[in-house]
């Protein structure tokens, strides 16, 4: 059974930052690209960030490029989004994602496996 379990998320001021993390088991983590996608309330579920399986390709959305990193650690099975000056439109529940073919990419059709999300609610 595959379960992927984001935490992290919470309440900020624009201006501030959060450190997402997701847990993976039941796969094994270090043949997966993994992916950050969030949906706002009413509007589609979008891509955020990915990387690819060793960590040294990644991808990211324009609109949070610069201020976000995505970062893994195969030894501990988890994958991390920091997210810097964050801004209100940044608010949406975020979900981890799993590619079994190890790359970086911003398909959320392509990834087979979701967590169950994480809220991140930006105050202005």
């Known amino acids: 059974q595959v379960q992927l379990a984001e935490s992290g998320g919470g309440l900020v001021q624009a201006g501030g930052s959060l450190r997402l993390s997701c847990a993976a088991s039941?796969?094994?983590?270090?043949?997966?690209?993994m992916g950050w996608f969030r949906q706002a309330p009413g509007k589609e579920r979008e891509f955020v960030a990915a990387?690819?399986?060793?960590?040294?390709?990644?991808n990211y959305a324009g609109s949070v490029k610069g201020r976000f990193t995505i970062s893994r650690d195969n030894a501990e099975n988890t994958v991390y989004l920091r997210m810097n000056s964050l801004k209100p439109e940044d608010t949406a529940v975020y979900y981890c994602?799993?590619?079994?073919?190890?790359?970086?990419?911003?398909?959320?059709?392509?990834?087979?496996?979701w967590g169950q999300g994480t809220q991140v609610t930006v105050s202005s």
């Open positions: 994602a799993a590619d079994k073919y190890g790359i970086s990419h911003s398909i959320m059709g392509q990834y087979e496996y």
């Open positions: 039941g796969l094994n983590f270090n043949m997966y690209g």
């Open positions: 990387i690819g399986w060793s960590g040294r390709s990644t």
